[in-house]
Structures are given as structure tokens and as C-alpha cells.
């Protein structure tokens, strides 16, 4: 330890009776009985400092003007503390520091947040004084484990020889994928950088160039609304591989995260992990990232009701839609009818017209709609859902997709609500044979489900051009916890495929050459076959470190429209910057932001 | 190895024998006696592999459509070559693969660039196919040597407790240092973010949040006209640390550069490294950043000729300007008046008006300004330079700056040409007491040498106000053969230096606050003494690689007028784009760029 002897944190009864050295943060000051208690605080941790005039009157003296987050530089001798003062609650609770000396190295207002794990302020106050919020226990933990996360993947794929080589961040913007963050170019008048989505491009030359195996944590950018769960700017773990196919890279990955999982948390997860197909996801959990630590899966009873009185149930099935529901076992009880009206409104939020319900009970079904269903229906309902007296059945009726939205939402709900997810486990789970595109109505073409490099599944290439909608990628996204922590493919590498891939998506010849031909016309001068995977590295980390927001695994995040609080961008520019890049701005700025 | 077997580099002699599957490109291939060679290349290197029509006619049939630059998989078996045919230059000399299946993962096109070390190709075709210059086995050992650098950093700056934390890319565009790379913003209209010149505003609030050792490999940028040794971004090791000294943080940065240089060259840097004023760097090299590993240094002859006959040197001394020159040792021959005549015009483009010469013979000193030296004269001269028949002597008469940056760069152009570099030798230097900060006499104030958050030196702190431009900064460079490979200093953390700081630079009070305001708030809640510095990786990878140009480092470089000829970035964006962004271009994009 340069420039002290100790760490705060650290010091222990052993240490009874050495001369130290600490710098470190005022916790706490209290006065007791002609004597100065100063709790100081490194990254380390906490120890207690005593001033006494019988020690040092000059010590105390100064001592006297040091307030809370002053920073102090203290000299003085480790003793044991008397057995009636021990704290059990804090490692260095055994032992004091007698101050012989000491230095105000920087002085402190009174923070207007306090440094310590249960704070109820703001958001806004958090992000606007960062700086204070991230010496909080809990904020120097969490970038802890992300050093650490991050610290373990490089190892990890260093020792398998991958190499992290850099990408640009000034690229070329492209018109497929999210909103493009530009930046203009003042040397080429009218033209503009984009700054990357993901690497994918360039990973694929590098594949091209003949690096084989590839990887880099990197910055990437989408200029989208903003949810909880996204950030403008965020970051990647990217990697691609030459000559592996799915199952190898598949194999490599789960080795990674379960050595991440072990090393950082101490737990293992069993590998290989569980497999689903997109269909199946879909199907049971009416999400492709099913959040696999609970039950109340979907159950599918359009063939037992399509015939039923019930016109709501009847009926969608008729109209080539849906009826499903999920057993929320033994929670008839939890719900009132004002309950399950709140219930509701909250799939209608997803677009589902309404939500039915049935109680199980002793004597049978109840309910507003139990008297639709006949004896034998009933019967064949509670098999269906293995329902026992006091469950209560909730059913969704309407197209596929919003039964698969409303309801998936409202498992997830519901299993926050009656506490059946064990928030212990790390779950992971491979979603597998994605569709490669689906039809956007309103644009009238087909988008790329993942982006347009993804390979079809071998077996599905013959449809590309006849069938398009119906071809299955060659693709793999790993699931925690009902997150989407990376998505991976095998990738084209035969112009040919790549052309007909395309045409599918309505790109002209013209168009997919001005837009990608340099990368087809490096398929054509001896691309090996390649694929790769990306990892979110933020929500990783949120998830190891037990945050719920993403914010807090970022150390200068982002609001929800997109501004720091800390430094107030983005801002005004002066009109000879705006001058030299050639651009004139049609609107001007508005105040700037102060919500989070 | 997942997906063959072995690496076509490192199969020995002790393989004989082995059944092997290897997957790669085609190096070369050559048809002998019935027999197909083919050269077989992966990153690891080359092996040879034998199609023999008793081995498998399949095999060798397809062999013969193999081209150059096509990706292969092989199956075979290795076998000792014959005493006659062993190839003593390749490691893998010893052995060939007689192959037992041939599989053609992919074609290739005849190359435009031969994948060779030795191509003469220009800048431009290698930029626009830069997949194919990538595979040519010295990018490919720049890169491998780019990671391990870059892990050698990560694990040393690890090993002494840093946290790697990442700071934002889209942040506030700041008046201070190089032209900002702008990004409008969709949200706020007319308003920008700006991508960050370095995270110094960021490293300092970590430093205030209680980090204590930080540090980052990150992308920087900046909006310059290029020279050949700038790239539009690049990438920095980021360093800073709370509480050490400048002499604790030397020491440390001493330990990870040797530790570098040890593992990745197998080369001794002792420690601690040279160090040297700015004053006395510029007096004796007429540079910040003098390459050591060579002599030649200036020899100040202001006082001996200021009163001599010859009116270009007495007449410089008199305008306040020097004299100086360099002994160019025993190359009086080697550099005719036509020879000297071209010097004289290089140092002009330094804007010095002329260079004066003597060549030193038995007999005295010989050429057109000889004639103003009495003996006495030319013997003090001949004393000062330490000179002796066959050296030849050079002058420059004028300015100061003028005669430090016309005759620094001679000095290194003469070292170059008459090869007295030891271009073995790693030397480091660090430059310390930089000034502060320097007049502008255009702009009429002063700017800083580094940036505005370098502390003064303690002992200068009381000139801030009176006399700013005599002030030495707290900052330190550290010179790696006459490259800057880092800058570093103690930074200012208490806002009333900060806002003198601000004053001397030319700052009102309302803009100091504006543009830093949230900094100088950060310092008032207990923000640690701190320092730091940033490293070059571009330029550290170049020199421990023995390349010459920062563009061999960097995977997808930019041209000198900030171009990617390969992906053709920047580009015309669409009108939706623009019009999202609350912009209008004010001219007309110009056609794509094709220079390098």
C-alpha cells in the first residue's frame, strides 16, 4: 500500500499494537465524554478512530472542525477495544485506531445525500449528484462484481486464444436495425458517421481477415425510447468464432458464464443448460425468455372450450385465435373480485380485451363464467390445469400474440406477487430456431428477427426465397432469469445466400450492394463459415450483483430521455461548431432536463 | 481444439503418425509428378499438405479446383518428409500431411493483395481490402501483440487493486482542448452531445466518488486535420488513483512499462527510468519528447558568437533569438553543398530562415561562413562541439521556438540517415515541469499545456494570479524513443485553485460554472487528492511492434481525410434521418473518398 499502511476495511485484531497509516472518508463523527469518534471509510470498509486529548490535544483539536465526508489523512496505533465497545457487526469491530495525528486532507459540505445503503431520495438527486451516490456500499459493490465479471470473461477467452481486437466507433450507418446515433462529418460536407449498434460487421471481417477467434467489451449505441431496462449507450461482450459450429460454441459459452456464475458468486450451474425451441417458449411461457425459476406455465384449452357456451372463448378460437390460462395455485384466496379487476386492466395494457377467471373450489368451479362451462367441461378444465380446491384459474381469449403477451406478463406478475420465484437461483436457458424474419404489416415487408447476417437452419434454406416467413434461423439467444443476456448465430458466408437473404428483405440489388457490398465481396475471397454471440454486459452484472435497474450497473448513466444530470448533456453548441460541420439546426434547444 | 484437431502451425515431428483434421486457407499451391502441394495457413502459420492418387483420388480431384485464399477442411495423416525435402525455414519443415479427405468450405477470388509481409501495394488498396492486408502474417502478429499488451496492462493494473469502470462516449461538449466530434441529439433538439476527448472530467469524479484506483482502456477522439501519426480515434489506458503522490504513481506506472516490455519483448527496462526537465528536454533536443537513443545533442554557442562578423548569428543573439547547433560526427563527407542545400530547405519548412555549416578538417574549420571565425573563435566552437576533422557542424540563427523545432527535427532526420539509432534500444524518459500553460498571441490568452485540471506545483501555487505563465505544472510525460507515450499529473481538487485555474485561462466566473460547475461542486463534498495519467495504446503497440505507421495497429483505420474506404464511411444519410435530428446540411455532399 502506497502512501498508507492500511486499508480501513482490513485491519483486524492481529493487527493490535502496529503503527498505521489510513486516508479515508468521515463516516460518522461522534463526541463522547471529552473524546472524538471518527468512523472512517475506504473501499475497503469501515474502522473506528478515537481521538484523545491524552494522546494527541492537537489531533483532537482538529478533530473538532472535521464534519461528515471530510477526507482525512490519520496516523495512530491499532488497540484492542474494550470487550463492553466490541461491534460484532462490523469486521474491524475488535479493534480502534488511537490517532496520534492528523491532516484534513479535503474538507466537505453536508452531502445532500447520505452515504449509506437505505437512502430514500430521488432518482434525479442520484444521478444529479453521482458522484456522492456512488460512494454508497451497495454502488462500490456493484462495480466491484463488474470489474470482477468483466475481469473473468477476458480471462476466460484469453485462455482459449481469443483475441480482443478493437473496432470503430465512427462507422457507416446502415438502414437496417434500431436508430442510428450520427455524427457529422466536418471534413466531407453533408456526409455522417454512425456510431455502431454492434460490432457485427466488423466482427465478420475480422472472421474474414482470419483472427478466428474474436472478442471485445464494447460500446454500442441505439437511438431509441428509452425503457428501464435500456440505455442509449451500452455495453457488449462480442465474440465470433471461424470453424465452429453451433454446438461448439454453445459448449465454450456455458463453460464461460458457469466459471463467471462460480467464480463471482460461488454458485454452479450444471451444464449443459436446458434448450427450448422459440415455439415452445412461446407456447408455455408466451415469451421468448421465459423466466424458468417458477411454474405457471400456459395451458392451451382453445380445443376444450372452441365448442363452449362461452362466446368469448368460442369465439376466438373461431376466429383463428387463442384461449389460455395459468394456474395461480392456491390463490383463489389472495384475490378479491377488486383484485381481479386490478388484474384486468393490467392485461389490457397489453392488449388483451379482457381477462376470465374461475376459483376452483371443493364443490367446483366459481365464477361470473362457471355456468358456461357443464359438469364434464369443469372436469376437464381442472384436469387440464391439475387444479385442486382453492387455485384460481386466469384465462385470456384473443389472438396469438396478445394471448402470448398479456398472459406471459401476467405469470411474471403474479409470480412476483405470490412470491413463488426463488430469487436465489440463476436459471439459465438457450431459445433456440427463431424465426430468421417475420412480416411487418404496416411496412409491408419482412424485418430480420435478429439482423440480416444470421444464417437459416440448413434444413430450412430451400424456403428462403419461396417461403421466407416459415424459415427457422440458425440461431441461439441464452436466457437468465427471464432476461435476454446474449443472442448468437451462425452466420451467411456465401454471397449467394447472402443476396437471396436480401431479396427476401426487399432490398433491391442495387441497394444491398451500395449498402453491403464490401462485405459480400469479402465472402467472395475466402470467408471461412463463422458465427458468434453478444452478451449484454450491463444486464449481466445486474443480475450477478442482485440490482434491478440497469442504472445502477453504469457509472454515468443515462435518463429516460437520454440526458446526464451530472454534466447536463446533451446541450447547446456554439454556431461556429455548427458552422464548421455544415449543419444548420430547424428547432431550437429547450431547457434542459432535470428528470430522470 | 473444438472442430479440428490441430493447428496448422504447430505440428511437430513428434505428430508422425497422428490422423489430424486442420482447417484453413490456401497459402500456395503447386502440382508436382502427379502430386498436389498445398500450402495450408491458420493464424498459427503453414504446413504442407500432400494430394496423392494412392491416398485418395476424391481427395485429389477436388484439390485440383483449390485456389489461392481457399478455406479448406483436411483430414490426413502426418508423415516425415524425405532428408531432401525437410524445409529448415518453416517450423513445421520437418513433416507434410498426406490427406485423406478434402472438404472446400469456401472459394476464394484471385486476391488483389498478395497475403505475403512483403506486398508493394498502395495505402489505399490494402485500406480498401483491409480483410485480406489483415491476413498477412505481420498484421497478424501486430494484433496478437495488441492483445497481450493490452493484457499485460489489464492484469498488472488488476493485480494493484483498479477497477476498470466505463465512462460514457455521448457527453458534454466542452470549450477547452481539440475540436469535439458533435452527435445531435433527437430528444433535446438543437442540442449535442460530444464523444469524449479523454474521460478526464469523469476519472476525477470517480476519484470523488471513492473509487481510489481506476482505470479503463478507452476509445478517445478528436476532430483534427490528420497527420500521419493521428487517427480520429484512438485508444488510451486510462488511469487514475486517489492519494498517491507523484513519486508513488511514477513508481508504479515504471513497474507496468517494464512489466510490458519484459513479456511482451523479452526486454530489461531499468528502473527507475531517466528523467529530464521540460526546460532542459528542449534546451538539449529542442523537444518535449526527445528520442534518446541517440546523441547529437545541441550545443548553444549563443555567447560565443554574438559578437562575431557573422550578422546572421550576432544579429539573432541580438533579437533576443540563439544559436544553436548540432555535430553531425564524421559526416563531413557524406553530405555535399547539394546534400546541404536540401537541409536547409527542410529546416525552412520549420520556418527557420536559413542553416549555416562547417565542415571540420585538419587544417580548420572549411566552408562559406568560415571566413567570419578568427582562430580563437573557431577554436572555442571546435571545443564546444567536441569536434573533430570529418565532423560537420550545423547552425541554426533564430528565434528560440524556431531554432528549437527547425533543429530538434534535423537532429532526428540526421539520426535517421546516418543511422546512428539503435533501433534495439527501448528508451523511456520522463519529462517533468512542464509550463502550466502558454500565451496564445492570436487568441490573446493563455491556454492550457495539458488541460485545466493539472495542478500547479506547489512551490509555483503563489504565481497563479501574478505571473500564470511562469508557473510549472505538477505533470509528467513519459517519452518512449521521442514518442509521447503518456501524459500524466497531479490534478487540482479544490475549487477555490480550480476557479483561479478557470481565471487565468481567460474564464468568467459565469463560464467557469457553466462548463464545470458540477466538477467544482464535486470538489467542495470531499474529493480526494488524485492524479493520473493516460497512456497511447496505438502508439505503445507501434513501437513494441517495429511498426512505423499508427494505422498498422489499429484494425479499420481511417484515412487522412477521416475516411473507412472499405465500409465507405461517412455517408449521405436520408432526409427522415436528418429531419428527426431538428437538421438541415447546409452543403452539398461531395462524392465518396478514395485516398488514403
Known amino acids: 500500500m502506497i502512501g498508507r499502511t492500511h486499508k480501513c476495511g482490513e485491519i483486524r485484531e492481529s493487527d493490535i499494537g502496529t503503527e498505521v497509516q489510513l486516508k479515508g472518508w468521515v463516516q460518522k463523527r461522534r463526541d463522547l465524554g471529552g473524546l472524538i469518534f471518527i468512523d472512517l471509510r475506504d473501499r475497503s470498509g469501515i474502522v473506528q478512530v478515537v ?25 495512530g496505533e491499532v488497540v484492542g477495544r474494550d470487550q463492553s465497545t466490541v461491534n460484532p457487526n462490523l469486521p474491524t469491530g475488535e479493534i480502534e485506531i488511537r490517532a496520534t495525528h492528523l491532516e ?21 438527486l442520484r ?18 462484481m463488474r470489474h470482477r465479471v468483466t475481469k473473468l470473461i477476458r480471462d476466460f477467452l484469453d485462455q482459449e486464444e481469443f483475441l480482443e481486437i478493437e473496432t470503430p466507433m465512427l462507422t457507416k450507418s446502415t438502414p437496417e436495425g434500431a436508430r442510428d446515433y450520427l455524427v457529422p462529418s466536418r471534413v466531407h460536407p453533408g456526409s455522417f458517421y454512425a456510431l455502431p449498434q454492434s460490432p457485427q460487421i466488423f466482427k465478420q471481417l475480422l472472421m474474414a481477415s482470419g483472427f478466428e477467434r474474436y472478442y471485445q467489451v464494447v460500446r454500442c449505441f441505439r437511438d431509441e425510447d428509452l425503457r428501464a431496462d435500456r440505455q442509449p449507450e451500452f455495453t457488449q461482450v462480442d465474440i465470433e468464432t471461424s470453424f465452429l459450429d453451433k454446438e461448439d460454441l454453445i459448449a465454450m459459452m456455458e463453460s464461460m458464464m458457469a466459471n463467471v456464475l462460480k467464480e463471482a458468486k460461488g454458485e454452479t450451474a ?9 415455439q415452445e417458449a412461446m407456447d408455455r411461457y408466451g415469451s421468448d425468455k421465459p423466466d424458468t425459476r417458477f411454474g405457471m406455465e400456459f395451458v392451451d384449452v382453445s380445443e376444450l372450450v372452441k365448442e363452449s357456451d362461452f362466446k368469448v372463448f368460442s369465439g376466438a378460437v373461431a376466429n383463428g385465435g387463442a384461449v389460455k390460462g395459468i394456474n395461480a395455485k392456491g390463490a383463489a384466496g389472495n384475490y378479491s373480485r377488486k383484485d381481479i379487476d386490478a388484474l384486468t386492466d393490467f392485461v389490457k395494457t397489453y392488449k388483451a380485451k379482457g381477462l376470465a377467471w374461475l376459483k376452483v373450489e371443493e364443490e367446483g368451479l366459481k365464477g361470473p363464467i362457471a355456468k358456461f362451462f357443464n359438469d364434464e367441461l369443469a372436469g376437464s378444465l381442472k384436469t387440464a390445469f391439475n387444479a385442486e380446491a382453492g387455485d384460481l384459474l386466469l384465462f385470456v381469449a384473443d389472438s396469438k400474440p396478445v ?122 475471397y475466402g470467408t471461412p463459415p463463422h458465427g458468434g ?17 440497469l442504472r445502477d450497473t453504469i457509472a454515468f448513466p443515462k435518463t429516460a430521455s437520454a440526458s446526464d444530470l451530472l454534466t447536463e448533456a446533451p446541450s447547446a453548441v456554439s454556431q461556429e461548431q455548427l458552422k464548421e460541420l455544415h449543419l444548420e439546426v430547424t428547432k431550437k434547444p429547450e431547457k434542459a432536463d432535470t428528470k430522470a
Open 51 to 75: 481521538f484523545n486529548p491524552e494522546v494527541s490535544r492537537e489531533a483532537l483539536e482538529l478533530a473538532e472542525k472535521v464534519r461528515s465526508e471530510y477526507v482525512l489523512d490519520i496516523k
Open 403 to 524: 394471448v402470448a403477451d398479456s398472459l406471459g406478463t401476467l405469470r411474471l406478475k403474479l409470480g412476483k406477487e405470490l412470491g413463488v420465484i426463488d430469487e436465489s437461483k440463476f436459471n439459465f436457458l438457450w431459445v433456440m430456431d427463431f424465426p430468421l424474419m417475420s412480416y411487418d404489416e404496416e411496412v409491408g415487408r419482412y424485418f430480420a428477427e435478429h439482423h440480416p447476417f444470421t444464417s437459416p437452419l440448413k434444413e430450412d434454406m430451400h424456403l428462403l426465397e419461396s417461403d421466407p416467413g416459415s424459415v427457422r434461423a440458425n440461431a441461439y439467444d441464452l436466457v437468465l432469469n427471464g432476461y435476454e443476456l446474449g443472442g448468437g448465430s451462425q452466420r451467411i458466408y456465401q454471397r449467394e445466400i447472402q443476396e437471396k437473404m436480401f431479396k427476401a428483405l426487399g432490398f433491391t440489388e442495387e441497394q444491398a450492394k451500395e449498402e453491403f457490398g464490401f462485405l459480400m465481396e469479402a465472402f467472395e
Open 104 to 124: 484534513i486532507l479535503n474538507a466537505a459540505k453536508n452531502p445532500p445525500i447520505s452515504i449509506s445503503n437505505d437512502i430514500d431520495v430521488s432518482e434525479e
Open 127 to 144: 444521478l444529479k449528484y453521482r458522484y456522492l451516490d456512488l460512494r454508497r456500499p451497495v454502488m462500490q459493490e456493484t462495480f466491484k
Open 270 to 278: 450444471e451444464t449443459p443448460f436446458p434448450r427450448m425451441t422459440y
Open 533 to 549: 454471440i453478444a452478451f449484454g454486459l450491463d444486464r449481466l452484472v445486474m443480475l450477478l450483483a442482485g440490482r434491478t435497474n
